[in-house]
């Protein structure tokens, strides 16, 4: 692979990943609500669900979901709403990703946020938008594909991982911050608007 173009993909990717955008948010609305350390399991989630997209992207899959837009769809619509109601329920206090008033989170699911995760990754279509746009002209087409794509690919994988280690652990920093009792529910208010935000912004994209 041609070094001066994985030198000029590093930072640019990075520069993407590093902008607010909906896994970003998800990031920092579950450091806020579960701490970083159950957060990991939503980060895999959605670095298997880039690492899909990235591969399809190449592969030329994507023409599938291009071709057939019902299917993604109602995928983004699912994945929507399930994030909309998480986001109602943080709000009201409920549910599995609510603060309690002991500033206790009740354990939610690992695969369930893994499942969040790879949802919000694989139904983002800005997601799909930037792999089929950024990833084709950093192939080279006179070297094996397979080598090139597992770089890349790694690469993308350390920036998304670090972004969301910066936002998750802002959100952690947020809540010691906000972790009095009487601050408790104003911190499930901001934590479920966020979660409503992702939900939404994945309706209309």
Same mark, same amino acid.
């Given at each position: ?88 329920? /943080?709000? +009201?206090?409920? &549910?599995? $990703? ?8 009740? @354990? *939610? ?77 104003? /911190?499930? +208010?901001?934590? &479920?608007? $966020? ?8 309706? @209309? *994209?």
């Amino acid at each position: 692979m041609d070094s001066a173009l994985l030198w000029a993909f590093i930072p640019t990717f990075f520069f993407v990943s590093i902008t607010p955008g909906m896994c970003m948010t998800l990031a920092l609305t579950l450091g806020m609500s579960i701490g970083y350390k159950r957060t990991l399991w939503m980060m895999i989630g959605e670095l298997a669900g880039v690492a899909v997209v990235s591969v399809a992207a190449v592969l030329g899959i994507a023409s599938i979901m291009l071709n057939y837009p019902w299917l993604f769809t109602g995928f983004k619509f699912i994945g929507a709403g399930y994030l909309f109601y998480l986001g109602v329920q /943080m709000w +009201r206090s409920r &549910g599995k $990703l609510a603060i309690s008033t002991d500033n206790q989170t009740t @354990v *939610s699911n690992d695969w369930d946020l893994v499942v969040q995760g790879f949802v919000t990754a694989i139904a983002n279509p800005k997601g799909w938008a930037f792999m089929v746009s950024l990833l084709p002209p950093f192939i080279n087409s006179n070297v094996d594909l397979a080598p090139q794509l597992f770089i890349l690919v790694s690469i993308i994988l350390v920036s998304e991982f670090v972004c969301m280690t910066l936002y998750a652990t802002g959100g952690k920093s947020l809540k010691h911050m906000l972790g009095k009792a009487d601050n408790v529910k104003l /911190m499930n +208010r901001i934590a &479920g608007t $966020l979660m409503m935000g992702v939900g939404v912004w994945l309706f @209309v *994209s």
